[in-house]
């Protein structure tokens, strides 16, 4: 079985920290949204590690693919897309 043999897509309402990067435009914490992802997929997938991009835009609509690894060493990529300006994503299966 693959992390991603089921759907799922949920909006996490905790809040993530952001930090300011070159030209104004505020970027998340990736650490912190690594750890927020692995707790959104806990409930469906059990304990993963997640591993996403450095440098990823707080900017409503971004879309950005990280990488969970269950602890027998299966890989799924989810996608990730900033709902909002307020550091809410969602998290849906990826190719």
Same mark, same amino acid.
């Given at each position: 079985? =693959?992390? @991603?043999?089921?759907?799922?897509? &949920?909006?996490?309402?905790? @809040?993530?920290?952001? *930090?300011?990067?070159? &030209?104004?435009?505020?970027?998340?914490? =990736?650490?912190?949204?690594?750890?927020?992802?692995? +707790?959104?997929? #806990?409930?469906?997938?059990?304990? *993963?590690? *997640? #591993? &996403? @991009?450095?440098?990823?835009?707080? #900017?409503?609509? =971004? +879309?950005? $693919? &990280?990488?969970?690894?269950?602890?027998?060493? $299966?890989?799924?990529?989810?996608?990730? $897309? *900033?709902?909002? /300006?307020?550091? /809410?994503?969602?998290?849906?299966?990826? #190719?």
């Amino acid at each position: 079985m =693959t992390i @991603p043999s089921r759907w799922i897509a &949920c909006a996490a309402a905790l @809040p993530l920290l952001f *930090v300011a990067s070159g &030209c104004g435009e505020e970027t998340f914490d =990736t650490a912190d949204m690594q750890k927020q992802v692995a +707790k959104t997929l #806990k409930s469906t997938y059990g304990d *993963v590690s *997640v #591993k &996403c @991009p450095d440098d990823i835009s707080a #900017k409503k609509g =971004t +879309k950005v $693919t &990280c990488t969970a690894t269950a602890k027998d060493g $299966t890989k799924g990529a989810f996608l990730i $897309t *900033v709902a909002d /300006n307020d550091g /809410n994503f969602t998290v849906a299966p990826g #190719k």
